[in-house]
């Protein structure tokens, strides 16, 4: 059973548009939730978290909304730009296990 | 800082042989996990090793292993290799178990199996 769900797989943006990437998430027990942007041949890198007790952070144009109810989060990516083309990832993880549980990645392409 | 290394950074494989993967975390880093990143998927967990134990593992079948040295390096080895097993392979590092926001991935190593 997959622990995150995440949509769309693609998403084409004009430059200065809003993206907007969704993950929902089964497990109750969850308590950290983070977004990693991926370039190809690059490792996954942190873009932005958040944790439960909150329902907004926003660093910069990057901000996570956080339905705790509805076991939804999403990545909103304001004023997109064509060098935020790549794949990102929603995860997941609880306690201090620490297993990131991901999604299946979004392709994003900002068209110029 | 270096970041977390990652070598080699490619490897083709035959069916059936062995390989082993290294990481090299950052400096200070005393967690380092491994993850197996199939094309056009998200990373999966295989293991988490912290101060040489191992402290988690995946799904994956009992092929794979992994170990940790005392300046906090670690290998990843995986026996009989299967077509299946190609994959992008990220080592990820943290200062210690509960510092989330300083997990660290490497660029990986991309293993192809023919």
């Known amino acids: 059973q997959q622990q995150v769900k995440q949509s769309p ?3 084409i943006v004009q430059k200065g548009g809003i993206s907007i990437i969704n993950c929902a998430y089964e497990n109750t027990a969850f308590d950290y939730f983070p977004w990693y942007q991926q370039f190809p041949g690059k490792g996954p890198a942190l873009l ?3 944790r439960p007790d909150v329902s907004e952070k926003k660093e910069g144009r990057f901000t996570i909304s956080f339905n705790k109810s509805a076991k939804q989060f999403s990545l909103h990516i304001m004023d997109s ?7 990102y990832f929603c995860a997941a993880s609880k306690g201090n296990f620490n297993k990131f549980y991901f999604g299946s ?8 | ?13 035959t069916r059936g042989q062995q390989v082993t993967l290294r990481c090299s975390p950052i400096s200070g880093h ?11 998927q998200g990373p999966q967990f295989i293991f988490q090793y912290y ?18 040295f005392p300046n906090y390096s670690s290998e990843l080895n995986v026996n009989a290799l299967l077509l299946g097993d190609s994959a992008l392979y990220l080592c990820a590092s943290r ?6 926001y300083g997990y660290t991935f490497g660029s990986g190593t991309r293993l192809t199996v023919v």
Do not use: C, M
Request: a positive charge.
């Open chain 1, 48 to 50: 932005i978290a958040i």
């Open chain 2, 95 to 100: 200062t210690d178990l509960n510092n989330n």
């Open chain 2, 1 to 13: 800082d270096a970041g977390v290394t990652q070598s080699p950074t490619h490897l083709i494989k």
């Open chain 1, 81 to 87: 730009q064509p060098g935020d083309s790549a794949t």
């Open chain 2, 51 to 68: 101060e040489k134990e191992e402290r988690g593992r995946g799904n994956f079948p009992d092929r794979f292993s992994a170990r940790q």
């Open chain 1, 9 to 11: 797989q693609s998403l």
């Open chain 2, 30 to 40: 005393k967690s380092v996990s491994w993850y197996q990143q199939v094309l056009g």
């Open chain 1, 105 to 112: 990645g979004t392709k994003l392409n900002v068209k110029p």
